[in-house]
């Protein structure tokens, strides 16, 4: 029955006082409105091995599915000082959800069933219209090791 769920894979990293959680989602919901966002990440994007931001611009291919509009994903728009509105995302390690982004996956993962990992298949209910609306913060609060062991890093799923 919760309406705003707190998701956190085990390689985050705490930056700043995750205390600053709640007053982000009290800014996010005043500026977009509370059923304006789905996702909203703790911190600006994946990093690199040298601590640089590497930005999403794509969707991974799937069998069954393909986007109504890719350019959808490249989307990157900073809407205040403490946020800009994505269209994609590698990673999850640290993100709030809404019930509207968890019943949006879960509607998508009933149609088309898991491909891909989970942070590489909840991007795509943008793809099929149904205005995925994610944020990721500017200044991190949370975020994830740099150089963590990823299982995408080498992943079991792939033939060998």
């Given at each position: 029955g919760y309406e705003t769920i707190w998701v956190m894979e085990d390689d985050i990293e705490v930056?700043?006082?995750?205390?600053?959680?709640s007053d982000y989602i009290d800014k996010?919901?005043?500026?977009?409105?509370k059923g304006g966002w789905d996702i909203l990440f703790t911190d600006r994007d994946m990093k690199t091995k040298t601590g640089e931001y590497h930005p999403c611009y794509w969707h991974a291919k799937r069998?069954?599915?393909?986007?109504?509009?890719?350019?959808?994903?490249?989307q990157r728009e900073t809407v205040s000082p403490d946020f800009q509105k994505i269209g994609?995302?590698?990673?999850?390690?640290?993100?709030?959800?809404?019930r509207s982004g968890m019943e949006k996956i879960l509607d998508f993962i009933k149609v088309y069933r898991i491909f891909f990992p989970y942070d590489?298949?909840?991007?795509?209910?943008?793809?099929?219209?149904?205005?995925?609306?994610?944020?990721?913060l500017l200044d991190d609060v949370m975020s994830h090791?740099?150089?963590s062991i990823s299982d995408n890093g080498g992943p079991s799923y792939l033939p060998k």
């Open positions: 930056i700043r006082s995750p205390m600053l959680i996010l919901d005043a500026l977009v409105g069998p069954n599915f393909t986007p109504w509009n890719s350019a959808i994903f490249a994609a995302r590698w990673g999850s390690h640290s993100m709030i959800l809404r590489m298949d909840f991007i795509f209910p943008a793809g099929i219209d149904w205005d995925m609306q994610m944020y990721t090791q740099i150089d």
